[in-house]
């Protein structure tokens, strides 16, 4: 196929090449169907093109022949789907509660944690204090022995 | 298709009516729209859920259904959309999940069912090797040519109900379609070569 193309007066095998699928399924206007119809029996190339797409719809034609096996033994039941649906919510349902309560717990170790951070906190804070009078105590003494000595 | 009068819903009519003729309506189109999900999931235990649940969605909206249209189109278009929400959910998991190609592949090799109509062992061996390698083209394409080359060429819709299926002009039906058909031929010739039209007789 040229770039210009061959064609009849109209048409072109570049419009010709975009017109081929719908030409084979018969989907152009009676007009543009002609016209395609014309050009393919003078146009060997573009005949070849056309014959690929044949085998191309023909081949997916016949994979929609075999059908695949997945009839299921049952058909369907509106009861039995609605009752999978609530099986599924009840579920998911159970699912929520429990992320819930694992969170829940989470939060409630949590704050159990951090007042035992305090409590911690207190009983450190209470100790210093305690340290630093008791050295403030042993230095005002010491103080008080120091001024004697020198009276 | 099917006469208009025969889909239409009992308006008026109580619940269990209106599922009789719901069941009635879902017997004659499932093994079609089990074909139509199979061939969009390439995996029968995702087609037959997708199938559950596009019947579901349908009764839920059943209201919705115009019975000037036929009732096959409209659950294959709302499992068509169904489909694709799950697509772009599995597309969100499969960029988390390393694992996910596993699930992915699928037991049937249906080109076995494939039928010798008298042609020799070695036509009918190469003629199941041609439908396995257009069946994985098609897979391969991109999603919106994909829908249209399973509704046109596989399930045999006209492009006109493809469509409507879909829900878009006849005119970008007919453009995904040719580039799909392109594309599966354009594979086809990388693999068979000049042989190619030799293959199907």
């Known amino acids: ?151 | 298709m099917h006469m208009a009068e025969e889909h239409a819903l009992p308006l008026g009519k109580t619940l269990e009516e209106e599922r009789a003729w719901f069941e009635a309506q879902v017997k004659e189109c499932e093994a079609h729209l089990l074909r139509f999900a199979y061939y969009l999931t390439g995996n029968t235990e995702r087609a037959k859920d997708l199938v559950q649940e596009a019947f579901l969605r349908a009764f839920q909206y059943r209201h919705s259904f115009d019975h000037r249209y036929p009732f096959e189109n409209w659950v294959s278009a709302i499992l068509l959309n169904i489909h694709r929400q799950r697509e772009k959910k599995d597309r969100f998991l499969k960029f988390f999940s390393a694992f996910w190609q596993a699930e992915q592949e699928d037991e049937e090799d249906f080109a076995e069912q494939l039928e010798d109509e008298g042609e020799g062992p070695e036509t009918i061996a190469l003629k199941r090797q041609v439908i396995r390698d257009v069946y994985r083209c098609i897979e391969r394409l991109p999603a919106k040519m994909k829908e249209v080359m399973v509704l046109c060429d596989i399930m045999g819709y006209s492009y006109e109900e493809a469509s409507e299926v879909i829900g878009c002009p006849i005119g970008t039906v007919r453009s995904r379609l040719h580039r799909a058909r392109r594309y599966v031929k354009k594979a086809l010739e990388a693999a068979y070569g000049d042989e190619l039209l030799g293959l199907w007789g």
Request: hydrophobic share 45%; with cysteine.
């Open chain 1, 1 to 151: 196929m040229s770039f210009l193309g061959f064609g009849d007066e109209n048409m072109r095998c570049r419009e010709v090449a975009r017109k081929l699928s719908a030409f084979l399924d018969e989907e152009l206007s009676r007009e543009e169907y002609l016209r395609v119809q014309r050009h393919l029996e003078m146009c060997a190339l573009c005949r070849k093109e056309y014959e690929k797409f044949a085998l191309v719809r023909a081949v997916a034609r016949k994979l929609g022949d075999i059908t695949p096996r997945v009839v299921p033994g049952e058909g369907f039941s509106l009861e039995r789907a609605f009752r999978s649906v609530r099986r599924v919510r009840v579920l998911w349902a159970l699912v929520a509660v429990l992320g819930l309560f694992v969170a829940l717990l989470f939060f409630w170790g949590w704050q159990r944690a951090s007042l035992e951070e305090q409590i911690l906190d207190v009983e450190h804070f209470a100790a210093f204090s305690e340290d630093v009078l008791t050295r403030g105590k042993v230095r005002v003494e010491t103080l008080e022995f120091l001024a004697g000595e020198y009276r």
